[in-house]
């Protein structure tokens, strides 16, 4: 009971027509979110459990690292199969480790609107700073610009801290609307969005359509960095920054700097690890490579599998021939 009369006061907030009305002011408050952040990797131990000794190790080598914070519970870190009160211990932990001038963006997306609110209040108790929401997607038939715009409103009327819309299609089998993107821009407490799709037509669409509102976009990956840089993007949520994170922050500072013909030359060399580590093997893959780099991978949560030795011998071969390795 006393979870649905948290929801229930929760959303008792401002309407559609009222965060309109503000949106312009807002928009030269909005949270910064520009810079690289790493979705870091969940550690688990030998029977499954999150190994938070290791966590802890990861993120003291990350402190020393240019990062503009972390995001902590996105797809990279298993999310999905870490109950409720592993999200947010997690979250907790981090907070606990991260230096005070590093943002922490955490996943806080569910299925349900309901649940999307509750986790993000508790996500933002747990000490987040601001709140990475995917798009609910198991209905998906039905999740057209009318349900997201319904849910993604609820969701940031009802947030305390800042939210970042979360689009990443090889996931969920759904993309954000451009139109429903649009529309949640106005929102005076939706600060951004990070698009994992790749689509750079899109993506510019979006800062083009968004920006008077002082919209930021992610680039969800680094395959593709420095074009989204270039038609506007502030930042990156990259998984190969666990990896190569000076690399890939390195890369997003030549083309703050305009230094485009050496950006285009470390881009070339950041897409093949970039890609093995993504849609290629996933989450496996970016675990065994933390490994080869010093940092705390180790086995994924079943049902996921580790790599078989062919698969092991193309990723070590990515990273190898390209340099890294």
């Known amino acids: 009971?006393?979870?649905?009369?948290?929801?229930?006061?929760?959303?008792?907030?401002?309407?559609?027509?009222?965060?309109?009305?503000?949106?312009?002011?807002?928009?030269?408050?909005?949270?910064?979110?520009?810079?690289?952040?790493?979705?870091?990797?969940?550690?688990?131990?030998?029977?499954?459990?999150?190994?938070?000794?290791?966590?802890?190790?990861?993120?003291?080598?990350?402190?020393?690292?240019?990062?503009?914070?972390?995001?902590?519970?996105?797809?990279?870190?298993?999310?999905?199969?870490l109950s409720a009160?592993?999200?947010?211990?997690?979250?907790?932990?981090?907070?606990?480790?991260?230096?005070?001038?590093?943002?922490l963006m955490a996943g806080s997306g569910c299925e349900s609107t309901r649940g999307t609110v509750l986790m993000s209040q508790r996500m933002a108790e747990a000490g987040a700073d601001c709140l990475l929401v995917v798009t609910p997607c198991f209905y998906r038939g039905r999740m057209d610009s009318r349900a997201l715009i319904n849910h993604y409103t609820k969701v940031a009327d009802s947030s305390s801290v800042p939210v970042v819309l979360y689009s990443v299609p090889a996931n969920t089998g759904l993309d954000l609307p451009v139109d429903a993107i649009i529309q949640l821009s106005q929102h005076p407490n939706i600060v951004g969005l990070k698009d994992s799709g790749g689509d750079i037509t899109r993506i510019a669409l979006i800062v083009q359509k968004t920006r008077s509102q002082?919209?930021?976009?992610?680039?969800?990956?680094?395959?593709?960095?420095?074009?989204?840089?270039?038609?506007?993007?502030?930042?990156?949520?990259?998984?190969?920054?666990?990896?190569?994170?000076?690399?890939?922050?390195?890369?997003?500072?030549?083309?703050?700097?305009?230094?485009?013909?050496?950006?285009?030359?470390?881009q070339y060399r950041l897409i093949e690890p970039n890609t093995a580590v993504t849609r290629q093997y996933g989450v496996p893959a970016l675990k065994q490579a933390m490994e080869w780099f010093g940092y705390h991978g180790g086995a994924c949560r079943s049902p996921l599998q580790p790599l078989s030795e062919a698969d092991l011998a193309r990723l070590r071969l990515d990273f190898s021939s390209n340099g890294w390795l």
């Open 1 to 81: 009971m006393f979870a649905i009369r948290s929801f229930n006061l929760l959303c008792r907030r401002s309407t559609v027509s009222t965060w309109r009305n503000t949106s312009q002011s807002a928009a030269g408050k909005r949270l910064d979110i520009s810079g690289i952040y790493p979705p870091i990797a969940t550690p688990f131990t030998q029977s499954e459990d999150v190994d938070y000794q290791r966590l802890e190790d990861n993120l003291k080598k990350y402190s020393n690292l240019p990062f503009r914070g972390l995001v902590v519970q996105g797809s990279n870190g298993e999310y999905p199969y």
């Open 85 to 103: 009160e592993e999200r947010v211990e997690v979250v907790k932990s981090v907070k606990q480790a991260l230096p005070e001038h590093k943002l």
């Open 214 to 266: 002082g919209f930021q976009v992610l680039a969800g990956s680094a395959g593709f960095l420095v074009p989204a840089y270039a038609v506007g993007a502030v930042g990156g949520v990259c998984a190969l920054a666990n990896v190569l994170g000076q690399q890939v922050c390195d890369l997003a500072q030549l083309c703050v700097s305009g230094r485009w013909d050496e950006a285009r030359e470390l």
